[in-house]
Each structure stands twice: as C-alpha cells, then as structure tokens.
C-alpha cells in the first residue's frame, strides 16, 4: 500500500520538474557549453588542442530575444547551423537585413530575413564568409553573460567590427 | 488543507502556463488559419490546421508531407507548404525543396530558394475545413 503510492508520487514531481524546467530553458534562458576557438578570445580564449569539455566556457543563452527577433549589430548568437539543423553554432551577428557586408572579395548585401555572422576569431571560424547570411528563424538564442571559468564571469558586450559595414 | 488548495492551485496554473506558451515546444500541436497559396487542399479562409511537432525531429519527414516552416524572408512569419523534395542532387545537404500546392500565388521555394531544414518547425497532419464559419456560426447560437 506504501511504496507504490510513494514511487507514484516521485514519478510525479520529477515529470512536474521536467517539463517546468523544460519550458524555462526554451522560453526564458538556458546554460550551454561553448565549443572551439571560432569566437577567442571572447570565449575559449586558450587555443590549445586538447581543450576538454570541462574547460569550454559556460555562457547564458537568453531565449526572451526569439520573441519578435530583434537583434543589434554586435549581438552573440546561438543558431542551428544552415547545413544541418542537429549542429548550433555560436557567432557574433555583423550584418542585418539590408545592410551591405565588406569581405576580401566583394560587398555582399544581407537579404530580409537574415543576418550576417562571423566569429571574433577570424582565422579559424567557419561563418556567414563561408555560407553565406543566415536566416533569422534559426537563431535559437542570444548570449549575454559568461558564467564560466569564474575569473571571466561578466557580461558579453557587443563588439561592432569598423568600416566593414554600411547599413541602410 | 489551506496548503493542499494553494499547492494545487500553484500545480495548475504551471501547467496552464507551459501548455499555452506562445513559444514553439516539443510536445505541442497547434492550430491555425491560413491563405491562397494551398489551394485546393487548403482554402482561403476559416481553414484551421493541426501540426505536431515531432517528426520532423525525428527525421520522419519525406516529399509531399504538409509542413509548416518559418519564414526565411520574416522570421516573425509562418507558412504553411508542402516540401517537393528532400535533399539530394538538386537540393543541397540539410535543406528542403519547399512549394504551396498553388503554384499562381505561392511564394515558395522557386522565389527564395531552397529551405534550411532548421527552420521546419511541423508537420501538419490534420485539417478543419471551413472552421471559422462552424465557430462563428456556434458563436452565434449561443449569443
């Protein structure tokens, strides 16, 4: 008469926990790791090889921006990679729709609905230079603090790259 | 007992919260109405649709399955298609071939190119014709 009732009862707090927990990191803000050096010295700043995943920084992704999708130059994204979706990519938002982007060769034009990424470490990222500005619907999130290692906890501040950009 | 009412009064407006939240969820299927670019399936007005949220993640999705995408033009927009093709020769790796089944007033993928599978957010797999008109039809009876 006990223990089934008990185990019932638990059942049910965890799923309640469950899916409040759920809810809140897809509406409000969640904590992932970052992974690579695409973005250093922002995040990651160490560049060896043998980063492991419990050195990667730790950042808050806030979910409240997916609300009208209103983004300024400088933001730090999460999106679903263009190329497939399973992968999310994190980089700083350069360009805005209708805004004309500089790259070494020509002047691209960012379309409605998308935006153009690049990560800070230009060297070794794979960004918008490579394919292309990316639509705005996948963006999964905008980072605005750093919560790991402690000695960099802060906020991300937006960082808006001079003379590449001429918005309409 | 004063706890017992307030615990669960505290349980249900939790779940009332998550259940109704305007953001996209897993576990959801939603409705809505839509416009010309379906026609015939779908029709103009007072059509109300029912999409679940899961198969697309599940990789269930193949060519000719109603889904609903977000807009790669307006992110705050959605549409409704039907996906022509899956990835392949002429469609590059991790995107869909996109078209509404009017093919006069559609705005698809023959105008802003092939779709980022990221951006399907369902699959639509039942329909209401004619909903408006029934709902406000049983408005009016009851007013």
Not at chain 1, 10 to 38: E, H, W
Not at chain 2, 105 to 116: K, N
């Amino acid at each position: 008469m006990g223990t089934p009732s008990v185990l019932w009862n638990v059942a049910k707090k965890c799923f309640t926990v469950g899916v409040i927990t759920l809810t809140v990191s897809d509406l409000f803000a969640s904590i992932v790791p970052v992974r690579g050096a695409s973005m250093s010295p922002t995040f990651n700043p160490k560049t060896n090889s043998l980063l492991d995943s419990l050195s990667d920084d730790r950042v808050l992704v806030e979910k409240l921006c997916l609300r009208n999708y209103k983004f300024s130059h400088g933001d730090v994204i999460v999106f679903s990679s263009p190329n497939n979706h399973k992968e999310k990519h994190v980089k700083r938002i350069v360009g805005l729709p209708g805004d004309w982007v500089g790259t070494i060769y020509d002047v691209v034009h960012v379309p409605e609905g998308h935006c153009w990424v690049e990560g800070d470490n230009s060297a070794s990222s794979l960004d918008s230079r490579s394919f292309g500005p990316v639509p705005l619907g996948l963006v999964k999130g905008r980072i605005t603090h750093i919560l790991w290692p402690p000695q960099r906890v802060g906020s991300v501040d937006r960082k808006i790259p001079q003379n590449r950009v001429s918005s309409s | 007992m004063e706890n017992h009412g307030r615990e669960a009064m505290a349980r249900a407006s939790i779940s009332f919260a998550c259940y109704t939240s305007p953001m996209p969820t897993y576990y959801r299927p939603t409705m809505s109405v839509l416009g010309p670019s379906m026609l015939p399936t779908l029709s103009i007005t007072g059509d109300v649709v029912l999409v679940e949220r899961l198969s697309h993640r599940l990789g269930k999705l193949g060519s000719g399955d109603l889904v609903r995408v977000r807009s790669p033009l307006d992110p705050n927009k959605t549409l409704t298609k039907r996906v022509v093709a899956m990835e392949g020769d002429k469609v590059p790796k991790g995107h869909v071939w996109i078209q509404g089944d009017n093919l006069y007033v559609s705005r698809d993928s023959r105008h802003f190119g092939p779709l980022p599978y990221g951006l399907i957010e369902g699959k639509v797999f039942m329909g209401v014709s004619n909903a408006k008109s029934i709902v406000s039809g049983f408005v009016h009876r009851m007013s």
